[in-house]
Antibody
Framework: EVQLVESGGGLVQPGGSLRLSCAAS????????MHWVRQATGKGLEWVSA???????YYPGSVKGRFTISRENAKNSLYLQMNSLRAGDTAVYYC????????????WGQGTLVTVSS | DIQMTQSPSSLSASVGDRVTITCRAS??????LNWYQQKPGKAPKLLIY???SLQSGVPSRFSGSGSGTDFTLTISSLQPEDFATYYC??????????FGQGTRLEIK
């Protein structure tokens, strides 16, 4: 059974840092592109970052230079290092597996809440 | 960036109704369009990929159509478990994807 389990969320002050983790199981992790998607309370879905099987990384302008996605295939783990956090980064963060040529997300974690507040 | 616009933003319907949700892209995205269902407190669930392909395990009452800039998600006969929020997502510019703002489907 495919499972994605996020951890590492919590309360952090503006300007602070946080590292999220996503533990994958039930599939060959190294063979899939992986993504982070976030959702502020009551709002829609926003793509945050992606990492390919070769370790290539991608970000939208809203987080580029502040967030870093990485993966450790030996540990079946995905990470998101978030620096210079802002109130607008407050959201539930989901990790998701990309399929169908990397074009859609068939499995998602349960999400981890990040709250940026003083 | 490719912008995705869904309509309506919310919709009230009854069990057994046929429902259609529309998604429009700001530029042509061929058939690189996916649909997700999200229930409160849960992660999104993939329903339709590549505009019209049904994801494994998804009931056949869900269908998708369209290409270019205009797409639709249709639920042929609403069931109680279908009341949720639906999102479209473009993957033309993958991995840099974008989502629509969502359509909330409520019980009338």
């Amino acid at each position: 059974e495919v499972q994605l389990v996020e951890s590492g969320g919590g309360l952090v002050q503006p300007g602070g840092s946080l590292r999220l983790s996503c533990a994958a199981s039930g599939f060959t992790f190294s063979s899939y592109d992986m993504h982070w998607v976030r959702q502020a309370t009551g709002k829609g879905l926003e793509w945050v970052s992606a990492i390919g099987t070769a370790g290539d990384t991608y970000y939208p302008g809203s987080v580029k230079g502040r967030f870093t996605i990485s993966r450790e295939n030996a540990k079946n783990s995905l990470y998101l290092q978030m620096n210079s956090l802002r109130a607008g980064d407050t959201a539930v963060y989901y990790c998701a597996r990309a399929v169908h040529g990397g074009n859609s997300f068939d499995y998602w974690g349960q999400g981890t809440l990040v709250t940026v507040s003083s | 960036d490719i912008q995705m616009t869904q309509s309506p933003s919310s919709l009230s319907a009854s069990v057994g109704d046929r429902v259609t949700i529309t998604c429009r892209a700001s530029q042509s995205i061929s058939s690189y369009l996916n649909w997700y269902q999200q229930k409160p407190g849960k992660a999104p669930k993939l329903l339709i990929y590549a505009a019209s392909s049904l994801q494994s395990g998804v009931p056949s009452r869900f269908s998708g159509s369209g290409s270019g800039t205009d797409f639709t998600l249709t639920i042929s006969s609403l069931q109680p478990e279908d009341f949720a929020t639906y999102y479209c997502q473009q993957s033309y510019s993958t991995p840099q994807v974008t989502f629509g703002q969502g359509t909330r489907l409520e019980i009338k």
